[in-house]
């Protein structure tokens, strides 16, 4: 075989411990992991003498070349998994997001011919539920066959006119889901308070970016975190609640959590744990535009650190990116009407040495719950562990060599992406990839960027994940006490607690 590697004297990292072992890999393949291995000559040696070698990360959450507002996303699935590879990301899972009437398989369909030939890394695909009718489940239940390998669908609850479902037709999706032993996951806001409150803001001449934040602020998010939980609940459903951005909506996961018995995940965003609202009030349109995405960036300062935080203590179990970028050019679509700007950020690149400098660097979390984070709670999730998110014999060699003492400042001058701007420009961070193994093949050699454009493949995804749907995974039952519903029910007729599941 020519294709032979071997990492040697570097930390192993996984979710559940690290251990000093090296690493051997055949074909793509990792296929010893331990000490004095026996391998055969002529096999490239990489040393990871003071370095951790890590299951590579996984990005559950990209947005390449989704059209909005006009505009097109300028990453694209070439630099976009360029990007990522360059930053430590081994697979990506993006979303397709058919129009109102669409075909769901159509637009898969075109998502597939889009990224099949340009991505560097592996990609899976989530589906976007954007519209209801019997026809749409009759497509669900196709999407989830292995031919077609989607495990996932996302809701809308913003973006009226738009993506946005209504309450009938998400619970309708979620019974679906819980059909298929699909996982859905949901945009949590409240898009009808988001209209009136964009006519308002728009009426008193409130035109600029600052009016994003303003029209959807963290009680508007937190609701909608709230209303998905219940709905979930009542179609006996598991939940994943993507790109939480605030500590309202943090505290209605935890407090769902405490009242109900399906599954319940949550994800952050770099972008969240990165930087702030307040660059949304920046002076300079596009600087402000440029940090506009949905749900937005909180003014209260202390969200990034609190996210961390949650990371670290299990509220949430997973950081993904939502690249989706848009020139500055682009972003001056809504110069004079914010809820014009195309919506969305940078992050499937630096995602993972943001997380690193803010919640590792800082004691706030371990090296082992930064991979579950980044990597494994994703691959758990989206079933694809252990193929992905570990470093163990017979898993797929997708692996980065993180040096802890790698400095570099973060900046658009330097960055992979497509677009031009980045929105932790200037940062200064410790810790980064020195190596990136893709399947077996070394893309980032030293620090040097060597990928191939359709190198990566289509990865499926199947339902029924252990995590999601196996045993032991529904929760307890809550404490009746605790609940006023089933005290009148006591007083009103006697009989035992009422069946909340
Ligand atoms: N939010 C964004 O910021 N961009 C794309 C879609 C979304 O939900
Ligand atoms: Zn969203
Ligand atoms: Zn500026
Ligand atoms: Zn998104």
Redesign the pocket.
């Known amino acids: 075989s020519q294709n032979r590697l071997i990492i040697k004297n570097g930390k192993v990292v996984n979710d559940d411990g690290m251990e000093d072992l090296d690493v051997y890999i055949e074909d793509g393949i990792i296929k010893q992991v331990g000490r004095n291995l026996i391998i055969p000559g002529g096999t490239r040696t990489i040393d990871a003498t003071g370095k951790l070698v890590m299951p590579g990360g996984i990005d559950p959450h990209t947005h390449f070349e989704l059209e909005m507002n006009g505009a097109k996303a300028a990453d694209d699935f070439y630099k976009g998994t360029r990007a990522a590879v360059a930053g430590g990301t081994t697979t990506v899972i993006d979303f397709v997001l058919p129009q109102k009437n669409q075909s769901l398989l159509e637009a898969y369909a075109n998502w597939r011919d889009k990224a099949d030939n340009k991505v560097c890394c592996d990609y899976g695909l989530h589906v976007g539920v954007t519209w209801w009718s019997p026809s749409v489940k009759k497509e669900m239940q196709k999407l989830v066959t292995e031919q077609y390998g989607v495990n996932s669908f996302?809701m809308?609850m913003?973006y009226k006119d738009l993506w946005q479902l209504d309450d009938y037709d998400l619970y309708c999706a979620m019974e679906t889901c819980a059909e298929l032993k699909a996982l859905p996951q949901v945009?949590a806001e409240n898009g009808d308070i988001i209209a009136r409150n964009t006519e308002k803001l728009l009426a008193a001449g409130v035109t600029g970016p600052e009016g994003h934040e303003l029209s959807r602020n963290e009680e508007v998010e937190g609701e909608a975190v709230n209303r998905a939980c219940v709905i979930a609940n009542q179609a006996k459903s598991p939940l994943y609640i993507?790109?939480m951005m605030s500590k309202s909506a943090v505290r209605m996961l935890q407090l769902a959590r405490t009242r109900q018995r399906t599954p319940l995940f949550g994800e952050t965003l770099a972008a969240t744990v990165g930087t702030d609202g307040s660059h949304q009030r920046n002076a300079c349109f596009r600087h402000a535009a440029a940090h506009v995405l949905?749900?937005p960036l909180r003014p209260d300062p202390a969200t990034p650190q609190a996210m961390c935080e949650a990371l670290a203590d299990d509220y949430i179990q997973v950081i993904g990116s939502?690249n989706c970028t848009f020139h500055e050019k682009d972003k001056e679509i809504g110069k004079n009407n914010f809820s014009k700007i195309p919506n969305g950020v940078n992050g499937v690149e630096d995602r993972m040495a943001i997380l690193w400098q803010k919640a590792v660097n800082t004691g706030i979390m371990d090296p082992c719950r930064f991979v579950a984070v980044t990597s494994s709670n994703a691959a758990k999730i989206f079933n694809i562990w252990p193929q992905k998110g570990r470093v163990a014999v017979n898993s797929d060699a997708d692996i980065v060599v993180w040096d802890p003492r790698l400095e570099r400042t973060i900046s658009a001058a330097t960055h992979k992406h497509a677009v031009d701007f980045n929105i932790f420009e200037g940062q200064h961070v410790v810790g980064s990839p020195q190596y990136v193994i893709v399947s077996g093949r070394v893309c980032l050699d030293d620090g040097e960027l060597r990928v191939v454009e359709g190198f990566g493949r289509f990865l499926k995804t199947p339902v029924g994940s252990p995590l999601v749907y196996g045993e032991g995974q529904e929760r307890a039952a809550p404490e009746p006490e605790l609940l006023h519903l089933d005290i009148q029910h006591k007083v009103s007729n006697g009989s035992p607690s009422p069946d909340f599941g």
Do not use: E, Q
Request: no cysteine.
């Open positions: 996302k809308f913003a945009h993507v790109h949905s749900p939502d």
